[in-house]
């Protein structure tokens, strides 16, 4: 959701901005622009609406710059269109900036300092830039003193970059709440809302920090705070290979990544091996969990949905109280809690602003965290007390598959760990679990030829579709069913089996799709009589079965696996599905209709 770059030094600013635009893609966005200061230090913005490939046949690469920013934006204050696309510029044509974030007072500084301006785009972000010039024009400040007192101003989030085309010698950066990092490089110095966006130019990164300035040339990087305290931060290496960004021989990210779903599983027993070849997990995360009464999952989408299987897992095997709520409804509804809770954010991104406005409040309550994530220092990360990371590598396409199977096989991993530790199992079966686990995906992934039928048998045509299923299937229900609707755009349910005759079962017309989902012994024959009740209403239904429980004209049979580890596998055909019915329909199956891969908006 929305993405920022920026590059100063001696290469042409021009490319290395639209390559990073290109990285930051997957975040999701509807328009796009670039500002550059050419050689002979004249701003160039170039604006499109719609995908980099229209902005890249906007710009004129004729100029030569050596510095510049740039911008993916996911609207929200105003429609897509090149008029509400970054970089926005005041009045004066002197200062621009590219943001990312909302400011929620910006009606009110308006209000205040802007009345006479005639503004020239619906966005908030246009706000900052001419205040930014108010301060600098009418008040005569300098440069960053303008900066800083436009952004004391504002409220709500933001990551900006800002520069002076009377001083182009300099980018300015600061945020607060929305992510942005500072890349350093020989001879060139860049900033980027995630380091995707440039490990083709450095691996060595600076976090900024909520309310800081980075004062950035092409050969030196500053950071300081609004007081104007000059702060010291070591950089970090980035441990990203820049092949993991590229989708090699496959036609999407989203089919690439459900393939590496064996591969993650094999690779994450690898990376919580001990040297005894034993499980393990900072003792710290374990004795916090331990000490804890009652465990609190926190999360959205996918995410949430992978939350919902840890939670049976921590229950089941460490036997500790668990609660799974929704990021967005937790933060301002916040159930009763219990005396010693622990807290697990789990995000993909490790940049979900729902989330993150949860950890906030338990931070100020000081309560323990941890963030489940595929993303070493992210702002969840960095935020919480303890972080596991998923090691799934980069997930592009929006719709998430692996870092989903790679987040509950960490749940699994540190519930074992903790079952272990406190007595409540007595033996280590996991890794042997997780090893079978990735012999069935394999399975599974390798059949997509018989998925692909199906897909086009049961989803090419339908307007709606029903996933069911009882417990574990059931969450896997709901999984499936965003999978589905969020690519294909095909109304899709999960429900609880069970459930479904006190009401729903009022949609199945004749041909409606209804999937079941069967991998659990004690509800296996409900599940399926209560798939029977649709069929007799017209439903076209098919049966996702586990082996042993399978019966012969069952579409889709999954390798046998511990039953607490099924999600594992029961998601895979799903995912197929999904990505399939989505290809069929001709949709672009990575970068769906009016969704963002890192939601960093409430
Ligand atoms: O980065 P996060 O895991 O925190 O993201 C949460 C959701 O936005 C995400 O899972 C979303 O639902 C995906 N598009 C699902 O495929």
Redesign the pocket.
């Known amino acids: 959701m929305c993405g920022i770059v920026g590059y100063i030094g001696a290469k042409d600013a021009k490319d290395i901005l639209l390559n990073g635009l290109e990285k930051l893609e997957y975040r999701g966005y509807d328009s796009a622009g670039i500002y550059v200061m050419s050689n002979e230090q004249r701003g160039h913005l170039f604006k499109e609406k719609g995908r980099i490939a229209a902005l890249k046949d906007r710009v004129d690469h004729s100029v030569e710059a050596n510095a510049g920013i740039g911008h993916t934006r996911w609207a929200t204050h105003g429609e897509p269109s090149v008029r509400n696309a970054h970089p926005h510029q005041s009045t004066s044509e002197r200062f621009t900036i590219v943001h990312n974030g909302v400011i929620e007072n910006y009606q009110e500084v308006r209000d205040a300092y802007l009345e006479d301006i005639e503004l020239v785009s619906d966005t908030d972000t246009e706000i900052i830039v001419q205040l930014i010039a108010w301060f600098a024009e009418e008040e005569g400040l300098a440069t960053l003193d303008a900066f800083k007192k436009a952004i004391v101003a504002l409220e709500g989030s933001y990551a900006i970059a800002l520069i002076d085309n009377t001083n182009p010698d300099i980018v300015y950066a600061a945020k607060n709440k929305s992510p942005l990092l500072l890349g350093k490089g020989d001879g060139f110095n860049v900033i980027c809302s995630d380091a995707m966006a440039m490990i083709k130019e450095t691996n060595q990164f600076v976090e900024l920090m909520d309310k800081e300035v980075a004062i950035v040339s092409k050969d030196s990087l500053s950071i300081e705070n609004y007081a104007g305290d000059v702060i010291e931060r070591d950089h970090y290496i980035a441990e990203l290979d820049s092949d993991d960004l590229e989708k090699g021989t496959y036609p999407y990210y989203m089919l690439k990544e459900i393939d590496e779903q064996p591969a993650v599983m094999r690779k994450l027993v690898l990376k919580y091996q001990d040297e005894n070849d034993h499980l393990s997990i900072d003792p710290k995360i374990i004795d916090t969990l331990l000490a804890s009464d009652r465990v609190y999952i926190i999360?959205?989408?996918?995410?949430y949905h992978a939350g919902l299987v840890g939670k049976k897992l921590i229950e089941e095997v460490a036997q500790i109280p668990t609660e799974v709520h929704v990021s967005s409804e937790f933060g301002y509804n916040t159930p009763l809690l219990s005396e010693k809770p622990f807290f697990i954010f789990?995000?993909?991104?490790?940049?979900?602003a729902d989330?993150r406005q949860v950890l906030v409040k338990t931070n100020e309550m000081k309560l323990p965290s941890l963030t489940v994530t595929n993303v070493a220092g992210s702002t969840l990360s960095r935020e919480s007390d303890f972080t596991l990371l998923l090691h799934a590598g980069p997930e592009i396409a929006?719709?998430?598959t692996k870092?989903y199977t790679a987040q509950i096989a960490v749940l699994a991993i540190l519930a074992e760990v903790a079952g272990l530790k406190k007595g409540t199992i007595k033996e280590s079966t996991l890794i042997h679990d997780l090893g079978i686990v990735a012999n069935a995906m394999q399975t599974l992934v390798d059949d997509k030829d018989r998925i692909e039928e199906l897909a086009s048998e049961y989803l090419s045509i339908s307007r709606n579709a029903f996933y069911i299923g009882r417990g574990m299937d059931y969450h896997v229900s709901l999984e499936a069913a965003?999978?589905l609707k969020?690519i294909s755009y095909v109304q899709t349910e999960g429900f609880a089996a069970g459930e479904l005759k006190h009401g729903t079962i009022a949609l199945i017309e004749d041909g409606t799709p209804v999937i079941a989902i069967v991998t659990e012994g004690k509800v296996a024959g409900h599940t399926r009589g209560n798939l029977q009740e649709t069929k007799a209403r017209g439903a076209h239904t098919m049966v996702i079965s586990m082996d042993g429980l399978n019966r012969p004209d069952d579409q889709i049979v999954i390798p046998k696996v511990n039953p607490l580890l099924s999600p594992l596998v029961s998601v895979i055909p799903t995912q197929l599905l999904s990505y399939f019915c989505s290809l069929h329909r001709g949709n672009d199956v990575d970068k769906p209709r009016n969704?963002a891969?890192?939601?960093t908006v409430e």
């Open positions: 999360a959205a989408g996918t995410s789990i995000s993909q991104s490790g940049e979900t989330s929006v719709a998430s870092a965003l999978k969020e969704l891969k890192s939601v």
